[in-house]
Each structure stands twice: as C-alpha cells, then as structure tokens.
C-alpha cells in the first residue's frame, strides 16, 4: 500500500476484522477513531511513519501483529484510546521491531496494561503496565522462524517442529503459506511421514489414484493405516482439499483413540453442523486435547477446509497423544466439560450417534443415575414434548382439545 493519508481507517462503531494483511509505505497503517473495536490480528506492518494511530475513544484489540521497521513508531495512542494489548489468560503476542523513535507511545492519562507482547522498553513512552503471561498460557513471540510468514503467527511453535522434523516443509519462495489449503495427498504425505506409517503393496486399491502419481505410494499408506480412507463410491479424491472434520475423523482413527465423554460435544456452539458418523471422533479428540480452535474455542466449523497453519497443532497434539513430544501450552486448545453424565448405556448401541448428536444439542437428556435407558418405551407425552423442542412448529390452527390432556400436564403446550 502506498496511501496518501493511511492504509485503513476505521470510525465511529466499526467492529470488523483487520486479519493477515500487509501494510507498508503509509503515513499511518492503520487509523481507529472514535468508538472502533475491531480486531486486528496476524498482519505485517513495516515501513510506515506511524503503524497504529488511536483517537479518542477507540479500544481496538491488537494481537499477533509484526510490527517492524517503521519511520517514526510503532503504536500511537490519543485522546481516551484504551487499545487491548493482551490479558493473562490471553496474551498479545504482538511483536515491535526498529522503529525509529518509539514502539509505544501513550499519550493519553490513563494506564495501558501490555501482556506478552515484545517491546523494547527503552522504546515505551507514557504509562504503560507490563504483565507477563500466565504459566499456563506463555507467550509465544520469541519463536525462531524460517519462514516470513509465520514471524508471530499462532502457528509457528507448532509449524517448526514439524518443518524441524522433516513432516511437513515450506514453499521455495521462503513461505509457509499457513493460510493455504492442504490437499488429501498432501495430508496423506504429512501422516505417512510423521507417523511412518509401513509401505503397503495394495496401490491399485484405489481407482483414481494411478501407481505413477506422486503421492500414490503415501495415500495407499495412509488407507492402510486408518487415516484416510476411500469414499462410497470407491475414489480417494487425492487433489480435494481436507476439511476440518475429516482431518479429526482421521486422527482419532489413524491412531486407534478410545476413551472419552461421549457427551462433550457440548462446548461447540456449532455442534449442529457436524456428521453423524463423526460425533464420536470428535468427543474423543476434544477429550485428548487434540483439537485446537483459533481464535473462537466454541466454533469447530466442521465442515471447513484445514489451513497448513491447522494442522500443524492438531498433527503436533497427534504426537503429544503418542507421547512422543512435549506439550507447548496454546489458549486455543479446546477444554473438554468433564462434569456433563457419560451414558454407560449407549456404548454400543446402534442408535448412539444419533442420541448423543440429540444429547448435545439439548433436545433429550437422561435420567437421575447417569444412564439413559434407549430401549425403555416412550409416551406420546414425552414424544411431543420432543418434537415441539427440535422443530419448534408454528401453529397453523387452534390446538385440539383432549379429554385426557390436563391444563396442569407437564406436556400439554408440546
């Protein structure tokens, strides 16, 4: 960008999302004024006079950001401006780099608490509070990285120990491209690497995968070992790009995870978009702590395509589970409820994905000694009440009168 007055500006109310962009050669990068709050979050922003102007009462929320090199500084703060620089439970992350007179500037009366971020503190001008992150959720910024598009990214613990391992590598321009989608034979190479998965002689098991292709070798691998198999119709479909819920799916599966809540589909508030087949998978890697949500915990977004920046942590968790490596704590791993009832009764059953997809979405439940009891015959009462909470119809007509349905029943409105 090479604006005249700034990159971006942003007024009155304006809530958006300022999320992996690149801003460079302005006078301001970015200008928030008046009431703003939005998020900004993982962009680059160098050789600016000013990254960040904020008058006079924005609280934009800054977190993840490079901010390197520009003329004058780095964040400018006026009037009643009360950016969020991070909290203990989740910190900043944002990194300031050479600027030439400052990385911070608060000229406001108020004081700025700073959490995680890196600064140098010789380069802070007004009242500014530094507090370090919590043990369990650390800051990541100092991360050494290869690749110049994962400087301060969520991801980039996680990406370079793959890289560092040989699983996964990057781009030869100096990229990681962590925003970009990974292909089923890609993610089929990943596994195969990562967990050395044995050769397999089947490569003409798979009709649209011909023995030449260059993956072909790794996708039969992956088919053998559970992770990844064939559709319906017989195809592997190697050029698709993986989606969220198939990448779980195949984790759960490639290394024979058992033993959880079946219940705890219950922190996603979008529990409703996922398949049937895969409920089980999903509890078992909320369970193992498998599952990692950037930004918003309580949204899965199931059925969306993977990054390369995701399924760094999930594969890195996968040798966690294994217990192969070492933890790195993250604020976007996904903390099972464990207090919510396990229904013993329906392991096995053949209607148990069914009831526990019903179970997470509030519309049954179980009894008072923690079973569920899928074979003990329901009333036309307990029926109704059911259908009147999944599908909340509309009346059409005034409601019939029964002789044997009380005003006082607890089912009569169903």
Not at 165 to 191: K, M, N, V
Not at 279 to 304: C, D, G
Not at 319 to 335: D, H, Q, T
Request: charged letters at 15%.
């Amino acid at each position: 960008m090479h604006n005249v007055a700034s990159g971006l500006m942003m007024v009155r109310y304006s809530k958006g999302e300022v999320l992996r962009n690149v801003f460079e050669n302005n006078p301001v990068g970015i200008a928030v004024s008046d009431f703003a709050a939005p998020l900004v979050a993982n962009n680059k922003l160098t050789n600016n006079r000013i990254v960040l102007g904020l008058s006079p009462d924005a609280s934009p929320v800054l977190r993840r950001n490079l901010i390197s090199k520009n003329i004058q500084g780095g964040l400018l703060v006026n009037g009643n401006a009360n950016p969020d620089l991070g909290k203990e439970q989740d910190p900043a992350d944002n990194i300031f780099r050479n600027q030439g007179e400052f990385d911070l500037q608060n000229l406001s009366s108020q004081n700025l608490i700073s959490v995680g971020n890196q600064l140098n503190p010789t380069q802070v001008k007004g009242l500014v509070e530094f507090i370090a992150a919590t043990a369990d959720t650390p800051s990541q910024v100092g991360i050494s990285t290869s690749f110049s598009d994962l400087d301060g990214h969520w991801a980039a613990a996680f990406a370079e120990v793959l890289v560092n391992r040989g699983f996964i590598s990057g781009f030869p321009d100096g990229t990681f491209q962590p925003s970009t989608s990974i292909t089923r034979s890609q993610y089929a190479a990943l596994t195969t690497k990562t967990f050395q998965l044995p050769d397999s002689n089947n490569l003409n098991r798979l009709k649209d995968v011909r023995t030449d292709f260059w993956g072909a070798g790794a996708i039969v691998n992956t088919a053998d070992g559970g992770f990844l198999g064939r559709f319906p119709d017989g195809t592997f479909r190697p050029g698709q790009n993986l989606t969220k819920i198939q990448s779980i799916v195949s984790i759960v599966n490639g290394l024979k995870c058992s033993g959880s809540n079946p219940n705890g589909l219950r922190v996603y508030q979008d529990r409703a978009q996922i398949p049937s087949y895969a409920t089980s998978a999903v509890t078992i890697a909320t369970q193992k702590l498998l599952v990692v949500n950037y930004r918003q915990l309580e949204l899965l977004e199931p059925l969306r395509e993977i990054t390369r920046a995701e399924v760094a942590p999930l594969i890195y968790h996968a040798l966690v589970a294994k217990g192969e490596i070492e933890a790195i704590p993250s604020v976007y791993i996904v903390k099972p409820d464990r207090d919510i009832p396990s229904f013993s009764d329906l392991v096995g059953h053949w209607a148990e994905p069914f009831i526990r997809a019903l179970v997470s979405m509030n519309l049954t439940q179980g009894f008072a000694d923690g079973s569920y009891q899928p074979d003990k015959p329901m009333t036309r009462a307990q029926y109704a009440a059911f259908i009147a909470a999944a599908f909340n119809p509309v009346s059409k007509r005034q409601a019939t009168e029964f002789t044997d349905v009380t005003s006082n029943l607890w089912a009569a409105k169903g």
